[in-house]
């Protein structure tokens, strides 16, 4: 173990958060892992060997303790409400956003050297950027914060993206003023286990093992897509990096959504089931969003173990043993 590497992971238990813990230990890190009270039940396996920790980061005293108990040297930041449908409005957004500057405040008291936190590609302003470039492209513009702004989404930020924005500029002035060396992850699009089973890529993946019709919109966006285990051991190399400021995680590989969908239809072997043009598109929701991912390449000098095709096999195969017994069929839900 590498002295003064330890690291506090926030949302540990979380969709991206579980993956970055393997690849921390790899690189000789003492991994810390928070998980809310409500998951003790479920502490994932991706977990093994770190530190399991459980507090409720919304509670400035189970920060305090936390953080005065574990005394981080490095912190990954995952932590913020994700609920499918509500996390894009909620005011939760706003009190996450208070409660990561007051993290980011106790683990620098207690001499933390490193901080990286998640951002999201709905920073960008879509309406004006196809391409994301960290260091040039346009953010989108945030109206005065206030919790019951329900804005749609790069009209003006919504919420969820005013309150990333504005804790990316946080972090960044708090390193320069406090010395301390920042990382900002922008999140593009990613699937895998455990992922919300109404999201895309997994609904037509069960739809389709489950024989039934998968409704799609027209499929003609263009977009890039990780496994959900690339993202979190990139931010596991961005964390051990020396970069600073924002940097895009996600692929340089470029797939319509219609051929996402078809690629999944033939690994199943039921394409004929796919429905494109069944569903509307999403209203704003702009026909090329990709990043530029130099930094996350030459300056972390991270690369995906996953290709796109080995990423929606192994998503497969992970639904396929949720859903199906082993001469299957479908499982009681």
């Not at 991206?16 to 009270?37: C, D, F, K, M, T």
Request: proline letters at 6%; one cysteine or more; hydrophobic letters at 40%.
């Amino acid at each position: 173990m590498t002295q003064g590497k330890r690291v506090l992971v926030s949302g540990a238990g979380g969709f991206i958060g579980r993956w970055s813990v393997p690849a921390l230990q790899r690189s000789g890190y003492e991994v810390h892992a928070v998980l809310s009270g409500n998951a003790r039940r479920d502490v994932p396996a991706q977990l093994e060997g770190a530190k399991i920790h459980f507090a409720d980061l919304l509670d400035d005293s189970h920060v305090d303790e936390l953080i005065s108990e574990v005394k981080p040297s490095h912190l990954l930041h995952f932590a913020w409400i994700a609920t499918p449908g509500l996390y894009w409005n909620s005011a939760e957004n706003f009190r996450w956003l208070a409660a990561s500057e007051r993290l980011l405040r106790c683990f620098r008291a207690h001499g933390g050297s490193r901080v990286v936190m998640a951002g999201t590609c709905a920073e960008y302003d879509w309406s004006r950027v196809t391409v994301c470039d960290e260091l040039s492209s346009p953010l989108a513009m945030t109206k005065a914060a206030a919790p019951n702004d329900a804005a749609a989404p790069n009209d003006a930020a919504s919420p969820y993206a005013a309150c990333k924005i504005a804790l990316q500029r946080v972090l960044g002035d708090f390193g320069r003023r406090e010395h301390l060396s920042t990382a900002w992850g922008r999140i593009f699009f990613q699937f895998g286990p455990h992922e919300h089973p109404d999201r895309l890529v997994p609904s037509v993946i069960c739809n389709l093992l489950l024989n039934r019709e998968a409704p799609c919109s027209h499929g003609r966006q263009i977009r890039s897509f990780l496994h959900v285990a690339d993202v979190g051991e990139a931010f596991a190399a961005v964390l051990d990096s020396e970069l600073e400021g924002p940097v895009n995680i996600g692929s340089d590989e470029r797939v319509a959504l219609a051929e996402l969908v078809d690629r999944i239809g033939r690994q199943i072997g039921r394409p004929e089931l796919l429905r494109l043009g069944a569903r509307p598109a999403p209203l704003l929701e702009p026909s090329l969003l990709v990043p530029e991912i130099h930094r996350l390449r030459d300056e972390a000098r991270w690369r995906p173990r996953f290709t796109l095709d080995e990423a929606l096999s192994d998503t497969i195969a992970w639904w396929r043993g949720r859903l199906l017994d082993p001469a299957g069929v479908a499982r009681r839900r």
